[in-house]
């Protein structure tokens, strides 16, 4: 079955950028919208925004100025970097599976999550 | 941005009882060219991803049980849970995926009474 797994340093200093990867296993990334969503502690769910294989993306105008989202193909991976982190940008860090295009948001394979913390 | 609000926050229900969440959003979900719904139930438990439950508004996403439904159209929606079972303690989400940047509601906690 298809599976999602983040990685990436679990402290990033404040003004530095934070960087995760997401490994995708069991099915080609191809063909398919590829989401990275956010939660704070003890909140609820900001959906950070997407790529499609191809390398086209979408992000939330709320993080726009902040956010790069990448893909390889080769490596059935992709990718977050945000910059310029502060204490509210620590949360849980998920990658999800969406859809074709007309369901690129309905997110139905999550990554378990990886915790962020922005400290000095 | 469309803006997602659920009520209630929480709530408790005995088990075997129902448990019934509502969601609306702040602009139509239906779109006309389909006559499709683009909202999305979640399920998370403490220390898990959310699970994606329903979607379609009222399409169960494989091997999630019967006793999990949802309804409504337009901006107003439902989730119910026909039978509590112990298993279903979590907070769930609605989530909007009509128009980017998809949101979600802010979540209702479901216990036990």
């Known amino acids: 079955q298809v599976q999602l797994q983040e990685s990436g340093p679990g402290l990033v200093k404040p003004s530095e950028t934070l960087s995760l990867t997401c490994t995708v296993s069991?099915?080609?990334?191809?063909?398919?919208?590829w989401s990275w969503i956010r939660q704070p502690p003890g909140k609820g769910l900001e959906w950070i925004g997407y790529?499609?294989?191809?390398?086209?993306?979408n992000y939330n105008p709320s993080l726009k100025s902040r956010v790069t989202i990448s893909v390889d193909t080769s490596k059935n991976q992709f990718s977050l970097k945000l910059s310029s982190v502060t204490a509210a940008d620590t949360a849980v860090y998920y990658c999800?599976?969406?859809?074709?295009?007309?369901?690129?948001?309905?997110?139905?394979?999550w990554g378990k999550g990886t915790t962020v913390t922005v400290s000095s | 941005d469309i803006v997602m609000t659920q009520s209630p926050d929480s709530l408790a229900v005995s088990l075997g009882e129902r448990a019934t969440i509502n969601c609306r959003s702040s602009?139509?979900?239906?779109?006309?060219?389909?006559?499709?719904?683009?909202l999305a139930w979640y399920q998370q438990k403490p220390g898990q991803p959310p699970k994606l439950l329903i979607y379609?508004?009222?399409t169960r996403e494989s091997g999630v049980p019967d006793r999990f439904s949802g309804s409504g159209s337009g901006t107003d929606f439902t989730l119910t849970i026909s039978s509590l079972q112990a298993e279903d303690v979590a907070v769930y989400y609605c989530?909007?995926?009509?128009?980017?940047?998809?949101?979600f509601g802010p979540g209702t906690k479901v216990d036990i009474k």
């Open positions: 999800a599976k969406g859809g074709i295009a007309a369901v690129a948001g309905r997110m139905d394979v």
């Open positions: 069991g099915a080609s990334i191809s063909g398919l919208y």
């Open positions: 790529i499609y294989y191809s390398g086209s993306t």
């Open positions: 602009q139509s979900l239906l779109y006309s060219s389909n006559n499709k719904n683009y």
């Open positions: 379609w508004a009222s």
């Open positions: 989530q909007q995926y009509y128009s980017t940047p998809f949101t």
